[in-house]
Each structure stands twice: as structure tokens, then as C-alpha cells.
């Protein structure tokens, strides 16, 4: 697993959201540069969709998107993956394997990217994490429940 360096961490907040109010929808977009290991993390009530239609981001495909979801009275964060399916570089084992090596950083990334959202609602630490691997392979493409933000290793 890879640490997170937060100097190559580069958080957008768009106008659609407050930095430390917690309103939905708020939705995630990460993408990264191969060549200088930087991650780009767009906050925001949608998707980044610019940030990933860049002809590379469109045939890589290994942007990760995620948002915030109210069951009840408890909020669950949602991950969603692109593992296999359309035009898109790597096998879904391969693809499955390397999502799964750098979740960690993903979350990491996230609870650095909303820092004040945080401090202001401690309480969404609580939340369950719920990983969409999304794939045309069966085997690949289930939804599972990778504990509460609280239990990652920072």
C-alpha cells in the first residue's frame, strides 16, 4: 500500500459545495497522473465529468467516483469502480487487484481531501464504506462492505 503524500494531493471544492457543511447530494471524483503519482480530487453535488473525459482517463478507466448516501439517520460513503467492460485497458482480474491494493489511498485521500467536513461532523468516521466494483466479468462485479472510515490506518 502506498502512503498518502499531501503534497501531491490536489483538492477542488466546487461552488456547489461548502468545505464544512455536510449537504447531498456531495459526490467524489479522483483521478490520478501516472507520471507524477499527483491525485486530483474534485468535490462537488456531481461528478468532475470533465475531469474524466480526457482521451487517456476515457481508455484507462481507473478513476474513482463516490459519494455520500443517507440510510435512515446514518450516512454510508458509496465507491465506485470500472473493473471490466467497454473499451478499457487490463484485465478485470488485474484491474480488480490493483483497485483493491489502493483503496486504502483512495480513503485516505477522501478523509484528507474533507479535513473540515470532518472536524465539523466527526461522526461520519462511523460510516460504512461500500465498494462498487462494477464489471461485465460476474465474478467481478459485486458491491462489498469494507467496514466504517474510522477503522482505515491513516
Given at each position: ?9 490536489h483538492v477542488v471544492f466546487n461552488a456547489s459545495v461548502d ?23 474534485t468535490i462537488s453535488s456531481d461528478y468532475d465529468f470533465n ?104
Open positions: 500500500m502506498v502512503d498518502l503524500n499531501p503534497r501531491k494531493v468545505s464544512k457543511e455536510l449537504k447531498l447530494p456531495r459526490k467524489y471524483t479522483l483521478t490520478h497522473s501516472d507520471s507524477t503519482g499527483d491525485l486530483f480530487l475531469q474524466i473525459s480526457h482521451l487517456y482517463t476515457r481508455f484507462m478507466r481507473d478513476e474513482v467516483l463516490a459519494e455520500w448516501e443517507k440510510k435512515n439517520e446514518h450516512f454510508e460513503l458509496h465507491i465506485y469502480l470500472h473493473v471490466s467492460g467497454g473499451f478499457v485497458f487490463g484485465w478485470a482480474s488485474l484491474r480488480d487487484r490493483i483497485f483493491r491494493n489502493h483503496l486504502p489511498l483512495v480513503f485516505q485521500t477522501i478523509v484528507y481531501g474533507e479535513k473540515k467536513l470532518f472536524e465539523n461532523f466527526p461522526q461520519l468516521k462511523d460510516s460504512q464504506i461500500y465498494v462498487h466494483f462494477k464489471s461485465k466479468n460476474k465474478k467481478y462485479n459485486k458491491i462489498e462492505n469494507f467496514g466504517q472510515l474510522k477503522d482505515i490506518h491513516y
